[in-house]
């Protein structure tokens, strides 16, 4: 039994042994990930529906981070309440693409594409979250007349933040 024992721990220790191995090219065991604030996140949404109100309109906008999770979705008032939905799944489109969601467009004709997912809308209206070249994430804007106009009020919510997200780079 002793030779059993024995045996095992050896096992173990070679297998402890191979885990710690130093690695000749020290490449990095965890990447570090920036993400928006909340303080942020509400800034882009905020700015999103300030651009659309100041058209007199009344949107949804949707902030998510780079994994596709809401951080912060704001509803106008008076914006129908199918606006929320359809205002994520613009972000989450622009969020997986790193794409305006314009620029989607004709893109994926094929029935078995891979923008007929329903977590996908491929029409305009999100843009990513981008700075300094760092991704953040997307928002997504509906509510407006147009998909171009959702796309502008998404874009000036991104710009209200820009330049502070530039300057903490």
């Known amino acids: 039994m002793s030779r059993l024992i024995r045996a095992v721990q050896a096992v173990a220790v070679a297998w402890i042994m191979v ?5 000749a090219d020290d490449e990095p065991l965890f990447v570090s990930v920036e993400r928006l604030t909340l303080e942020s996140a509400l800034r882009v949404a905020q700015g999103a529906i300030n651009a659309c109100r100041a058209e007199g309109l009344q949107i949804a906008a949707t902030v998510i981070d780079r994994n596709g999770r809401i951080q912060v979705q704001l509803r106008d008032v008076l914006a129908p309440h199918v606006t929320g939905p359809i205002s994520e799944r613009k972000a989450i489109a622009a969020m997986a693409f790193n794409l305006p969601t314009s620029e989607l467009d004709g893109r994926f004709t094929s029935p078995f594409s891979v923008g ?20 953040y994430g997307a928002v997504g804007v509906s509510g407006a007349p147009s998909g171009e106009t959702d796309e502008e009020c998404a874009a000036a919510g991104v710009d209200s933040i820009r330049d502070d997200l530039e300057m903490s780079q």
């Open 19 to 23: 885990g710690t191995e130093v690695r």
């Open 116 to 135: 007929k997912f329903e977590e996908f809308v491929m029409s305009a209206g999100a843009v990513p979250i981008e700075a300094g070249g760092v991704f």
